[in-house]
């Protein structure tokens, strides 16, 4: 069958987006005491540019609500991939041109957020558009590649880093470029659906009256920073925090994180049609809770580590999850749900990390505490959920 036609080559594309996601939202992260040390820059900055890359794909979904239905899905998408991939091109160049290289970070992150915000909005509905059954399965399952795409760009970075050295970060981040720049020409190529006829779905103003809808972007929201709290400054945690070595650090906080939300992911694309996922997003956001306890409070760096990787665990169901509720309940929500969503689900990324970061450096550079601060968002995750089960079921 001709890939024009084959709707399988449309997962393995949406797949690759996913990985190229994590490549945006991961690799800077493991750069971060590098930044602070070469750069010479305070933590606050260095939590800036985590703002800056999911505020930036918050505007992108905000937008994207309006013009991807006029534009179309193949336009935007491909779109997409070419800014994540200038975006990773100018991460590894700017900096060493500027006379100032933190405006060349910020112009990289805008870039490449860009990309990763459209990616966001674009690949859920394509997926939920495939001819294909068991939606629910199919939309954990493309979220899991979120995970292994992190586990690679942790164990491929980490080890060029031990072969070539820090100081060769500008060329692994160029190389990591040409993943979202091939994967452009699969999108251009290959069947995409649109998730609902044109005139049929829900307008931005009948969503924003929802209950519904607010309901959902409480719960994208605290998925979002719940999830990014830990995995954005697990590995500055588990240098400047816990005290291991950055090798250590990287494999046994953030890839090791991202290991086991991979593994939850495909545990619930395999039994998403069987559990009620209100209790199941329910026991997450308590697992989560305790693993930010145990991250914080734990009296041996092992155990600490172990809480970095627990919250790996907890926080898998957490984004698809609410992405496959608010689907089943809001079958007419179309592209533009899935914008808003995105948008709720990117302003959690922000705040989260950014919360960290701020707190930690308001009491010393102290990251536990920092981690402490971000309990705020499984609890509020657990409270939407135990109020959804009761009056919206």
């Known amino acids: 069958m001709s890939i024009r036609k084959n709707y399988t080559f449309t997962l393995y594309a949406c797949y690759v987006g996913y990985i190229t996601q994590a490549i945006i939202n991961n690799f800077a992260p493991l750069l971060f005491l590098t930044f602070r040390a070469d750069y010479r820059l305070p933590l606050e900055q260095i939590s800036l540019l985590v703002t800056l890359n999911f505020c930036t794909q918050l505007v992108v979904d905000l937008l994207s609500a309006k013009f991807v239905d006029r534009i179309g899905y193949r336009i935007c998408v491909v779109a997409a991939h070419f800014f994540s991939a200038t975006g990773l091109v100018c991460l590894g160049v700017l900096p060493g041109l500027l006379p100032d290289p933190y405006p060349g970070l910020c112009i990289a992150v805008i870039l490449y957020a860009v990309g990763g915000g459209l990616i966001e909005v674009l690949v859920s509905p394509i997926v939920e558009a495939c001819p294909t059954e068991g939606k629910s399965a199919a939309m954990s399952l493309l979220h899991s590649f979120y995970c292994w795409g992190s586990v690679l760009v942790i164990l491929v970075s980490t080890g060029l880093f031990a072969w070539l050295g820090y100081g060769a970060w500008p060329k692994i981040a160029c190389l990591w470029a040409l993943v979202p720049f091939l994967n452009a020409f699969l999108f251009m190529r290959v069947p ?18 929802s209950r519904l809808f607010w309901l959902f972007a409480l719960l994208m929201l605290c998925s979002g920073a719940s999830e990014l709290s830990m995995s ?22 953030p890839c090791l994180f991202a290991v086991l939300m991979g593994c939850s ?16 997003l329910g026991a997450s956001a308590l697992l989560c809770i305790a693993s930010y306890l145990l991250a914080a409070l734990a009296p041996s760096p092992l155990l600490s580590l172990a809480g970095c990787a627990l919250c790996g665990i907890s926080v898998g169901a957490m984004w698809p999850g609410a992405f496959s509720l608010s689907n089943r309940t809001c079958p ?25 970061g701020f707190v930690s450096a308001a009491l010393g550079d102290n990251l536990k505490s920092g981690l402490l601060a971000a309990l705020i968002f499984p609890l509020a995750m657990f409270a939407g959920i135990r109020y959804m089960r009761r009056n919206v079921q």
């Open 265 to 280: 992911r495909v545990f619930h694309s395999r039994f998403a049609e069987k559990i009620d996922l209100y209790s199941y």
């Open 192 to 209: 995409i659906n649109t998730l609902v006829d044109a005139g049929e779905s829900m307008s931005i103003p009948e969503l924003l009256r």
């Open 232 to 253: 954005q400054w697990a590995s500055a945690f588990a240098e400047s925090g816990i005290h291991v070595s950055k090798t250590v650090g990287d494999l046994a906080g």
């Open 332 to 356: 007419r929500g179309g592209t533009a749900m899935f914008a808003l969503l995105s948008l709720a689900g990117d302003a959690g990324c922000s705040l989260g990390p950014t919360t960290v």
